[in-house]
């Protein structure tokens, strides 16, 4: 059974910075690609970022590129996301996804939430 866990959300104030963490099992997770999305309130799920399951080649929104990075570590079947200088619109659920790059068979976490507010 696939099971993708989020954690690390919370309230931060704008200008802070937080590190969310993914936690994958029952998969092979170098073979995977590795998403963060998320969904601000009232608004479409949206993708952050994303690194690619072999070379690790990165992807960002423009809206958060040099503030956030995303990393994995195939060999605790974890994928992160360093969000810096945050700011009131980062504010959302945070997803991490899972796709399998040929069969596009892809896998959510429940989320996590992070309010960037004063």
């Known amino acids: 059974q696939v099971q993708l866990v989020e954690s690390g959300g919370g309230l931060v104030q704008p200008g802070g910075s937080l590190r969310l963490s993914c936690g994958v099992s029952?998969?092979?997770?170098?073979?995977?690609?590795l998403s963060w999305y998320r969904q601000p309130p009232g608004e479409e799920r949206e993708l952050v970022a994303s690194?690619?399951?072999?070379?690790?080649?990165?992807n960002y929104a423009d809206s958060v590129r040099g503030r956030f990075a995303i990393s994995r570590d195939n060999a605790k079947d974890a994928v992160y996301l360093q969000m810096s200088n945050l700011k009131p619109e980062d504010t959302g659920v945070y997803y991490c996804?899972?796709?399998?790059?040929?069969?596009?068979?892809?896998?959510w976490g429940q989320g996590t939430l992070v309010t960037v507010a004063s």
């Open positions: 029952g998969l092979t997770l170098s073979n995977y690609a």
């Open positions: 690194i690619s399951g072999f070379a690790g080649v990165t």
């Open positions: 996804q899972a796709q399998h790059p040929w069969t596009r068979a892809d896998y």
